[in-house]
């Protein structure tokens, strides 16, 4: 996504001022943060050389020069491997396949999982695949496939902000996981038709979009308040499938004996006897 790099950059300026850095702050500063000259200072370029990169013109920048923006960004691991990615996009035509695919045993996986809701996200957050349970909290076999995507639901769907009682930090984490996405592949054009469509009919996700935060859902804990079930706490783990870079098993793990874990088993009850 043309621009990103430039943004990005500002975004992280922003945060740091020149005293957290060592430097005197003086004169009146048009914008928050750190300029430009003192980036390049810090990190040991030349200003031009920098104002080059933020320009995205910056395409065979060393990753030594990478790793001391990074270091004076302060960037974070998932936010220093995005830098890498933007500042030098692979162009031209790629070969991809219409829909991934998830593998037969994956989805056995899955289904042996019985006490805990498990899916596989695939390429911008796409549903590729679900147990039972995972069906029954979310219902995921009921939405059509263009539609079967976590930023989509989030933004677009307004039982989303019922669903989720922290609807906004679900929101962020959403906008964040899939900037993740975008470092990856930018050229993606079905990302970036995704990317439009929801800067398009979301002011939550431009204005969350703009942040530039890059974080992977990797663990945490989501509430969820499902019309059966009730309010339901779930831990969770993302996991990478193994042979497929651009797939992973998200897990739902509620401690065994917990409201939840109980709630989950009525649940799932409810489901197979609905069936």
């Known amino acids: 996504m043309d621009g990103d790099i430039g943004d990005f ?30 980036v390049a200072q810090l990190a040991g370029v030349s200003v031009d050389y920098y104002i ?9 920048v060393s990753d030594a020069v990478l790793d001391a923006i990074a270091r004076v960004l302060r960037l974070d691991e998932t936010e220093h491997a995005y ?29 042996g999982m019985d006490r805990m809701p498990a899916f596989v996200l695939g390429p911008r957050m796409d ?5 039972t ?4 909290l979310s219902g995921f076999s009921a939405m059509p496939v263009a539609v079967r995507n976590i930023p989509r639901h989030v933004f677009l769907d307004p039982a989303s902000r019922d669903l989720y009682p922290d609807w906004a930090a ?48 990797a663990y945490g804990v989501k509430r969820v308040r499902h019309p059966v079930a009730g309010l339901l706490t779930l831990p969770y783990e993302t996991l990478a499938v193994p042979g ?5 098993l998200v897990v739902y793990t509620p401690e065994p004996g917990s409201e ?16």
């Open 9 to 38: 950059l500002r975004s992280r300026r922003a945060r740091i001022q020149p005293e957290e850095v060592g430097l005197a702050s003086y004169g009146r500063r048009r914008v928050p943060g750190l300029r430009r000259e003192e």
């Open 52 to 60: 080059r990169l933020e320009q995205g013109r910056g395409t065979s």
């Open 83 to 111: 830098l890498r990615t933007v500042a030098r996009p692979h162009r031209g035509k790629k070969d991809r396949t219409p829909t991934p695919r998830v593998r037969p045993g994956v989805q056995v996986l899955l289904d």
């Open 127 to 131: 549903v590729l695949a679900w147990n």
């Open 133 to 136: 349970l995972a069906d029954a």
């Open 170 to 217: 679900v929101a962020a984490q959403a906008v964040a996981n899939l900037r993740v996405d975008s470092g990856r592949d930018g050229d993606d054009p079905k990302l970036n038709a995704l990317v439009g469509e929801l800067s398009l009919r979301s002011e939550d996700f431009r204005r969350l979009w703009a942040d530039h935060e890059v974080k992977e859902c």
């Open 244 to 248: 497929e870079s651009a797939q992973t």
């Open 260 to 275: 939840t874990a109980e709630r989950l088993a009525l649940l799932g009850s409810w489901a197979t006897s609905a069936s």
